[in-house]
């Protein structure tokens, strides 16, 4: 159990474009959920911390405008980069906690963005 | 400002070694210290996590020491094995669980050989 999805595992876009990523608790109802940045060979740097039926918030120096968080139903968040640019391509990572298992965090396997 | 140091960047270990990664925090509002092992395109996976209340956890062959007056821990892998090879982050949070995210090492790629 306690498994969380990501879609799609990687996309190719192309500079300008938006580009929605999906994060989802397949067997467990979650009321927040994570979205971290992953660069080649580095650590992983939380961006925003998204709550079902709230705004996310977002970490100091992540532009909310550029990276719209949803989430919509407490299985549910989505990242979408808007106006993409060859900087933002990364390995964006989401990670969700059970709403009946508050000490316990799921990661999910990762979605590899390249923005050309 | 990184809030969590960790070394060494990578580490190489001869099957049947014991692996050692240290950690260093700086804020002492953290409460919560977990270790992470990650492989090439996959998410993190929790190995094991331990509280500033505890200077020492134990879980299969993978240990946690904790030194709350020095703000360091480690992890320690007995009998390192090939499948071990893979990149782990140690993290801190204020709450348990990481409620309010976690805030990561810049990682250590182990390589055992073997």
């Known amino acids: 159990g306690a498994v969380v999805s990501q879609h799609p595992s990687w996309v190719i876009c192309k500079s300008g474009t938006s580009v929605k990523i999906e994060c989802r608790s397949l067997?467990?109802?979650?009321?927040?959920m994570f979205w971290y940045r992953q660069f080649p060979k580095q650590s992983l740097m939380l961006m925003a911390t998204?709550?079902?039926?709230?705004?996310?918030?977002?970490e100091q120096g992540v532009e909310k405008d550029k990276f719209l968080i949803n989430h919509a139903s407490l299985t549910l968040s989505t990242l979408t980069v808007t106006s993409a640019h060859p900087e933002d391509s990364s390995f964006y990572i989401c990670s969700a906690i059970p709403r009946d298992r508050l000490y316990e965090q799921y990661f999910g396997p990762g979605t590899r963005l390249t923005v050309t | 400002q990184q809030q969590v140091k960790q070394s060494p960047q990578s580490l190489i270990v001869q099957k049947g070694g014991i692996s050692i990664i240290n950690c260093a925090y700086e804020n002492t509002a953290f409460d919560y210290f977990p270790w992470y092992q990650q492989f090439p395109g996959k998410g993190p996976a929790l190995l094991i996590a331990i509280r500033p209340d505890v200077s020492e956890k134990k879980e299969g062959r993978f240990t946690i020491s904790f030194n709350k007056s020095a703000k360091q821990f480690s992890l320690h892998i007995m009998d390192s094995q090939p499948g071990d090879s893979a990149t782990y982050f140690c993290a801190a949070s204020r709450r348990w669980g990481g409620a309010d995210g976690l805030t990561f090492g810049k990682g250590t790629h182990l390589i055992i050989q073997p």
């Open positions: 067997d467990f109802q979650a009321t927040t």
């Open positions: 998204s709550n079902e039926g709230s705004k996310a918030t977002y």
